[in-house]
T-cell receptor
Framework: GEDVEQSLFLSVREGDSSVINCTYTDSSSTYLYWYKQEPGAGLQLLTYIFSNMDMKQDQRLTVLLNKKDKHLSLRIADTQTGDSAIYFC????????????FGAGTRLAVHP | DTGVSQDPRHKITKRGQNVTFRCDPI?????LYWYRQTLGQGPEFLTYFQNEAQLEKSRLLSDRFSAERPKGSFSTLEIQRTEQGDSAMYLCASSLGGTPEAFFGQGTRLTVV
């Protein structure tokens, strides 16, 4: 079946790195995604990784994929107060289009 | 390119009334999706269009829900005889076939009283 799990809450100090973790179940997922949602807003695509890659870096964001363990992580370097939001992990099960299965989200709180 | 646009942003309705939401995707995107998000949860897939064809509907989409995309551009999602359990954020997303990025609108927050 399709299921994505994330820890619900993470608190970090401003300037530190944040690491948000996710596990998924569908080993045939072609892409894995990270979205950000601020209060009352829609979802902002942060980054995604193709399933045959194990790492992707994009400015302050680093995505690590362990396909064997079906584990995905998002590292945010030099975390800022503007990074406070809910972060959703999502998988795209094989099927030829972008239907996404989301986790429940990790709320990131950044404090001074 | 103004992104995915949804209207209205907020809707309050009485139980039993019908409501309709509109989504305008990014102009060249041929794929369009509807999701529902309840408080504290991630979005849940409802339905998918490729051009004007509705190719998949989730079990979550009861008979009271109908979605259309008549000309392969904008889409509407109608809920008939609303129930309190329909209160949620309804999100629309679009993508271009063959590309992995799906972009979301700001959502329509429905409150059924």
């Amino acid at each position: 079946g399709e299921d994505v799990e994330q820890s619900l809450f993470l608190s970090v100090r401003e300037g530190d790195s944040s690491v948000i973790n996710c596990t998924y179940t569908d080993s045939s997922s072609t892409y894995l995604y990270w979205y950000k949602q601020e209060p009352g807003a829609g979802l902002q695509l942060l980054t995604y990784i193709f399933s045959n890659m194990d790492m992707k870096q994009d400015q302050r964001l680093t995505v690590l994929l362990n396909k064997k363990d079906k584990h995905l992580s998002l590292r945010i370097a030099d975390t800022q107060t503007g990074d406070s939001a809910i972060y959703f992990c999502a998988e795209s099960p094989s099927g030829g289009y972008n239907k996404l299965i989301f986790g429940a989200g990790t709320r990131l709180a950044v404090h001074p | 390119d103004t992104g995915v646009s949804q209207d209205p942003r907020h809707k309050i309705t009485k139980r039993g009334q019908n409501v309709t939401f509109r989504c305008d995707p990014i102009s060249e995107h041929n794929r369009l999706y509807w999701y529902r998000q309840t408080l504290g949860q991630g979005p849940e897939f409802l339905t998918y269009f490729q051009n004007e064809a509705q190719l998949e509907k989730s079990r979550l989409l009861s008979d009271r829900f109908s979605a259309e995309r008549p000309k392969g551009s904008f889409s509407t999602l109608e809920i008939q005889r609303t129930e309190q359990g329909d209160s949620a954020m309804y999100l629309c997303a679009s993508s271009l076939g063959g590309t992995p990025e799906a972009f979301f609108g700001q959502g329509t927050r429905l409150t059924v009283v």
